[in-house]
């Protein structure tokens, strides 16, 4: 299976806002509600930001948002602050009973 | 809250076995709500999905990795396991266990991660 595709960076500064995309195609992230987004600090582990295309995990701020349109996910980041500077992975579920990850994209806060 | 951590050898030599167990607390690996999962991350690379383990013991596999991938629970220790067979310098990684909330894309929450490396 093929990793889903990100952008490898994305830049912004405080107070904006961004969109990171995630493309798949129609037999995983244009096929399924199951897109997912992480946040990764260095020498951290993941932490979800964004589960199933819309949805935020209690605690996660509201400036976290995410869509999806076609075979096309996105994070959208408003209001952007030093501290949201990370990795982002998107993931989804696929036709073949699996996971697949996005290959990540570096969010820097100029 | 749940909470998982990973533990096993931090260095294995070319073409034998890695053996990792994920320690779960504060929920059952039999309860129906999880899947339990493996992700592993090549060191400045992205993430890579391994495999994911049910209560009912079914198994889902990376294709990429299926021939040489076993996941399998203890159910009396509430904890799962990981094997990786013929390993090369290509496995060496952080690999995180995860769970997945059933019926959702959720992998949430991560243990921290252990980092393991493939060398004679």
């Known amino acids: 299976q093929s990793a889903l595709t990100q952008p490898a960076s994305v830049l912004g500064s405080p107070g904006q806002s961004i969109t990171i995309s995630c493309t798949g195609t129609?037999?995983?992230?244009?096929?399924?509600?199951?897109v997912s987004w992480y946040q990764q600090h260095p020498g951290k582990a993941p932490k979800v930001m964004i589960y199933d295309v819309t949805n935020r995990p209690s605690g996660v701020s509201n400036r976290f948002s995410g869509s999806k349109s076609g075979n096309t996910a996105s994070l959208t980041i408003s209001g952007l602050q030093a501290d949201d500077e990370a990795d982002y992975y998107c993931s989804s579920y696929t036709s073949s009973t699996t996971w697949v990850f996005g290959g990540g994209t570096k969010l820097i806060v100029l | 809250q749940l909470q998982l951590q990973e533990s096993g050898p931090g260095l294995v030599k070319p073409s034998e076995t890695l053996s990792l167990t994920c320690t779960v607390s504060?929920?059952?690996?039999?309860?129906?709500?999880?899947?339990w999962g493996w992700i592993r991350q090549p060191p400045g690379k992205g993430l890579e999905w391994i495999g994911n383990i049910y209560y009912n013991e079914n198994t889902y596999y990376n294709p990429s990795l299926k021939s040489r991938v076993t996941i399998s629970g203890d159910t009396s220790k509430n904890q799962f396991s990981l094997r990786l067979s013929s390993v090369t310098a290509a496995d060496t990684a952080v690999y995180f266990c995860a769970s997945k909330f059933a019926g959702s894309g959720r992998f949430d929450p991560w243990g921290q991660g252990t980092l393991v490396t493939v060398s004679s």
């Open positions: 129609s037999s995983d992230v244009g096929g399924y509600n199951y």
């Open positions: 504060g929920g059952s690996i039999s309860s129906g709500s999880y899947y």
